[in-house]
């Protein structure tokens, strides 16, 4: 008896939120989410481009420090 209640309740919510999302309010909706979506991939994207430009860059400034480092040791020595 609980099977087939819950059953019967799921299949109604299930009805009832695809006849919503293929109304104009539903199509609408979906539309905004795909820009939102849309919109966070390309923040995403974005930051960790950042984040690898900054990596290179950290990188890049430890091997100067340490190539300045090496040489002056070089000519102290």
């Known amino acids: 008896?609980?099977?087939t209640l819950g059953f019967l309740l799921g299949a109604s919510v299930g009805a009832a939120v695809v006849h919503y999302l293929n109304s104009n309010e539903?199509?609408?909706l979906v539309?905004?989410?795909k820009d939102d979506v849309s919109g966070v991939s390309e923040n995403l994207t974005g930051l960790a481009e950042g984040f690898?430009?900054?990596g290179k860059s950290i990188l890049g400034?430890?091997?100067e420090r340490e190539t300045v480092e090496g040489i002056f040791l070089?000519?102290?020595g």
């Open 1 to 3: 008896m609980k099977f």
């Open 74 to 76: 070089v000519e102290v």
């Open 26 to 28: 539903g199509i609408a």
């Open 31 to 33: 539309n905004k989410v």
């Open 52 to 54: 690898v430009n900054t």
């Open 61 to 63: 400034k430890e091997k």
